[in-house]
């Protein structure tokens, strides 16, 4: 892995340290969810479990603070990768049931914890490593590793699955992914801790200031902002099988653009959108990937009804989805700088699961009343009401100052 201009770590390497942030997900969700109801585990219980999973993502703000305070960044990677390999991997030595469902779900939780302080970790050598100039592409390549992480766990996992009788394969696989993951960490320089004191209060003292400092800046808002706006929340990707009917697009279907072909789709996006991100405002360009994935919606509902169409159009939104994920960490990575990065980004990354949730609710709720078309168009126009919100407050209510004439 070779160095970028000016010193910086070439962005690859955040795609490798992202890796198991997505692996862990992609098994979960997929692989893991796949082998339970195989076993005969309903549906019902197997949501359940994903969803406790996601209760440390969503909270993982409170604790970042940690991560910012004490150790390094290298050696919480380090620590939370052994946390991940351990957890993940004893998962597979679990015999899938409903009565091993309270252990599995124990591990899972705890592997979730785990991974939300390998992906701080991550975020904040990330946001301390990277150029001014370079943060579209770095937060383009580690959205990569998450997307592209995420068809590992969910496809590759589930290939072993289904190819051999070794129960605990799987699992284990992933559980070596995640330590070679590390090896990236040589490649990448360890933040100064230079917001550390003696006095641990005081040191958390000053990540509050930081946090409310950036709080009170517009690029701060903005960015803040642009957590509860529904642009390019990409809810319409967890509807795909329930529209799918009418394009005459079966399972089969739904499974491919669903999975890998879907995060390979949005994993290049990411890094496509990365790139463009430095080559223009961004938050010019996260308004306007958002108008295009907006576009992408309404062609969708208006061209015709076959699966052919099902799958260009959905690869295509996910690719376009992709641009809007590594918009997003481009927006967060300008507006938290360096300091308590790992606290400052994981706000953001918090608050960014909630127009994804509200948009999944509404839309599936417009489906029910006008079928796909609805849902759909519910889709484009909130995306785009968001966008002019979100333009009429950057131009308007808090514009950006012009320089004054020396």
């Known amino acids: 892995m070779s160095k970028a201009k000016s010193g910086a770590t070439h962005p690859f390497v955040y795609l490798v340290l992202c890796t198991p942030f997505g692996a862990a ?5 997929v692989t893991l969810g796949y082998l339970l109801h195989k076993a005969g585990v309903g549906v019902e219980p197997i949501a359940g479990l994903i969803a406790i999973s996601l209760i440390p993502q969503t909270w993982k703000a409170l604790w970042a603070p940690i991560v910012d305070t004490t150790l390094t960044s290298k050696l919480w990677y380090f620590l939370a990768a052994i946390a991940c390999s351990v957890t993940l991997g004893a998962v597979g030595f679990v015999s899938p049931s409903m009565a091993t469902l309270p252990i599995i779900t124990t591990l899972i939780f705890l592997n979730s914890v785990a991974t939300s302080f390998l992906a701080m970790a991550a975020e904040n050598l990330m946001a301390h490593a990277t150029d001014e100039d370079e943060k579209g592409r770095a937060g383009g390549w580690y959205q990569a590793g998450n997307l592209g992480g995420q068809g590992i766990g969910g496809g590759a996992a589930l290939w072993i699955a289904q190819h051999t009788s070794i129960m605990w394969l799987p699992s284990a696989s992933m559980a070596v992914l995640f330590m070679a993951c590390c090896l990236a960490l040589p490649f990448i320089a360890e933040p100064k801790p230079d917001h550390r004191h003696p006095s641990y209060l005081k040191s958390l003292g ?21 957590c509860f706006l529904p642009i390019g929340s990409g809810a319409a990707t967890g509807l795909w099988s329930s529209i799918a009917g009418d394009w005459q697009a079966g399972p089969d279907t739904v499974a491919l653009v669903n999975g890998v072909l879907g995060g390979l789709a949005s994993a290049v996006g990411s890094v496509i959108g990365g790139y463009l991100c430095d080559r223009m405002d961004r938050k010019f360009a996260y308004a306007l990937f958002g108008v295009v994935l907006a576009a992408a ?17 959905t690869l295509f939104y996910a690719l376009v989805q992709g ?12 507006a938290i700088g360096r300091g308590a990065a790992a606290t400052k980004y994981n706000i953001y990354a918090s608050l960014s699961n909630v127009p994804i949730a509200y948009m999944t609710y509404i839309e599936g709720v417009a489906y029910g009343r006008w079928h796909s078309d609805g849902m759909l168009w519910t889709d484009a126009v ?4 968001g966008v002019a919100v979100f333009t009429f407050v950057s131009a308007v209510v808090w514009p950006r100052r012009s320089a004054v004439p020396a």
């Open 25 to 29: 997900n992609g098994y979960l969700v």
């Open 206 to 226: 000053d990540v509050a200031l930081d946090v409310w400092t950036l709080a009170k800046s517009r690029a701060g808002f903005l960015a803040l902002l642009i």
């Open 297 to 313: 919606a309404i062609a969708m509902a208006v061209m015709s009804r076959t699966p052919a169409m099902f799958i260009a159009f």
């Open 323 to 334: 641009f809007n994920y590594a918009s997003f960490s481009a927006v967060v990575l300008e």
């Open 382 to 385: 909130s995306g785009l009401i």
